[in-house]
């Protein structure tokens, strides 16, 4: 039996999908080709081709439970590991049975009765800027304050989003841990502080703060409640192709001295 | 049956030690009094009494098998919950069960066929801060290269230690993850990196490099293989006092604003 995947594509690559299917419709049966977000995905395919850059995979998984491999225009991306040109290799790979199966697990954050699920992280801020003073307690008891912008909680995949632009740590995927951060904090203190992910956070401050899953606003609210979700989403990575090479490639750590000279 | 236990003294702290024991000797029965590495001691004891900082502790932790409570002249330690005046405290959370166990574990770095145990990290750097390129594997396979001084690598219990003077992050203890740190790195690459503790860390670089474990020579080599323990230690401390309570009144980490109005 013919192997099955639905293609999801970013609404400005319509046509790198059309290509794309063409290119490989002769070895996958294609039983959907669908904008993201714009329909529900066939949950029978075996998988799920996503077109587009990290945002677009961040989007997709959260409506997906079937594995997912992610094509990026550029440069490759953490969670896309084909460049749109890269077909022919990815193919290769699906035949060779070099696709391996990488489980990422999410968090959930709870405010005012709703829940939202977030692959990357959370981040709890104050409106324009201003400061507040952030209480982060842990299993309802002892815990932290902050005098700072907000707080970002950051999952082992959200480590190197936002989490890298605010001077966080990298926290490799299958880490079972969360990343906490003040975002600008007075009085030196911004270093991130890393928590099992078992732990409750339960964040509470004076000022009414807005809440962002991912980078999309959710609400407004003056507590929130931080822990690991029930739910994970799913990526096929070639097995050659690693976390490690894709900080290399991309952010260049790690990279050495080596390879740059090897380029000249 | 009254409870035992051995109280062992860094070498300046004898008369501290003298005055400590006179004061708890109704309550505990003190079958041993001995300055820090001078001899075996008796581990028979319900626990051990350490008098000094935290590099008392953490040099006594290795030769001892059963739980420890730190005592420090000035302010707390990480690895000492009680100042020494405060023995009316401990003796009162004793009575009063009051006295929780906390594991810690460590890491053992092995070189050239010799292997040593860690509470707190692993340097291996270059002679004299040159500097040189180190390859970081994980598992054998895959890693990172830094062109750098150095690379440090510390478990939980060390992140408060040297790690947080190199910039860090800081993971509570029970966190099952080791932090990778290059020292005085070129290329903007002072991040660290998160790896879970089960993982295999193998460094090796060019120039001969020297090892230190917690702070002190083991040796100088080309190479070295960092693993989880399986040794641990474990302290006592009041169930009111876990590592936040530290973090704040010793390093002024998430202290807030509000501490600091109250004492003006």
């Given amino acids: ?18 290509e794309l299917v063409e290119k490989i ?18 949950e029978k395919c075996d998988f799920a081709i996503i077109i587009g850059g990290d945002g677009t995979v961040l989007k997709a998984v959260k409506n997906l439970n079937i594995p997912i491999v992610g094509f990026k225009a550029g440069r490759i991306g953490f969670l896309a590991y084909y460049k749109l040109e890269e077909v022919d290799r990815f193919l290769r790979d699906l035949q060779e049975g070099r696709l391996v199966e990488e489980k990422r697990w999410m968090v959930k954050v709870q405010l005012d009765g709703a829940q939202f699920h977030g692959v990357n992280d959370i981040v709890f801020h104050t409106p324009s800027r201003q400061m507040s003073e952030f ?6 008891c002892s815990g932290l304050s902050f005098f700072a912008d907000g707080i970002l909680v950051s999952t082992p995949t959200g480590s190197t989003a936002y989490n890298l632009s605010l ?21 030196l203190q911004n270093r991130s502080i890393i928590v099992p992910s078992h732990r409750k956070t339960f964040i509470r401050t004076l000022r009414e703060c807005e809440v962002l899953v ?5 609400g407004s609210t003056l507590q929130i409640e931080i822990t690991k979700s029930e739910r994970y989403f799913t990526l096929l990575r070639p097995d050659y192709y690693d976390f490690f090479t894709v900080l290399k490639e991309k952010v260049g750590y790690g990279r050495g001295v080596h390879n740059e000279m090897d380029n000249r």
Same sequence: chains 1, 2.
Wanted: glycine share 6%; charged share 30%; hydrophobic share 45%.
């Fill in 1 to 18: 039996m013919k192997i099955s995947a639905a293609v999801v594509f970013r609404s400005d690559k319509a046509k790198e999908a059309k």
């Fill in 25 to 42: 419709n002769e070895h996958i049966e294609i039983r959907q080709i669908c904008e993201a977000r714009s329909e529900k995905v066939d």
């Fill in 135 to 140: 209480d982060v307690l842990f299993d309802g």
């Fill in 167 to 187: 001077g966080g740590a990298i926290v490799i995927p299958n880490s079972d841990v969360i990343q906490i951060l003040p975002i600008a904090p007075y009085y």
């Fill in 214 to 218: 991912d980078g999309l606003s959710v």
